[in-house]
Nanobody
């Protein structure tokens, strides 16, 4: 059993930065990839960024390339999402997700955190 817990959301102005954290509890060794998704009001959940845990390969949605960075700390079993140059359209609930395969759609992820709100004011 794996549990994920996000933290670090909040309110920030346009152009600002935030760092989200996702702590992995339980059978962390079973995780192959970790990722971040987000869901804005009235919209479907969408992929943001992912990382292959053991080899540190990363991949991003086009909308966040160059602004967001995903990283992981093996010692802390934690994944981070560093968000820079934030825009109002980045406002959403951000979810951490993990599983045994690469997931760029919500249905491909097997384990989810509870989500953390990010609000970017204009």
């Amino acid at each position: 059993q794996v549990q994920l817990e996000e933290s670090g959301g909040g309110l920030v102005q346009t152009g600002g930065s935030l760092r989200l954290s996702c702590a992995v509890y339980g059978r962390a060794f079973s995780i192959f990839t970790m990722g971040w998704f987000r869901q804005a009001p009235g919209k479907e959940r969408e992929f943001v960024a992912g990382i292959i845990w053991n080899v540190n390969n990363t991949y991003y949605a086009d909308s966040v390339k160059g602004r967001f960075t995903i990283s992981r700390d093996n010692n802390k079993n934690t994944v981070y999402l560093h968000m820079n140059s934030l825009k109002p359209e980045d406002t959403a609930v951000y979810y951490c997700a993990g599983g045994p395969r690469i997931a760029t759609t919500p249905k491909e992820a097997s384990t989810w955190g509870q989500g953390t709100q990010v609000t970017v004011s204009s």
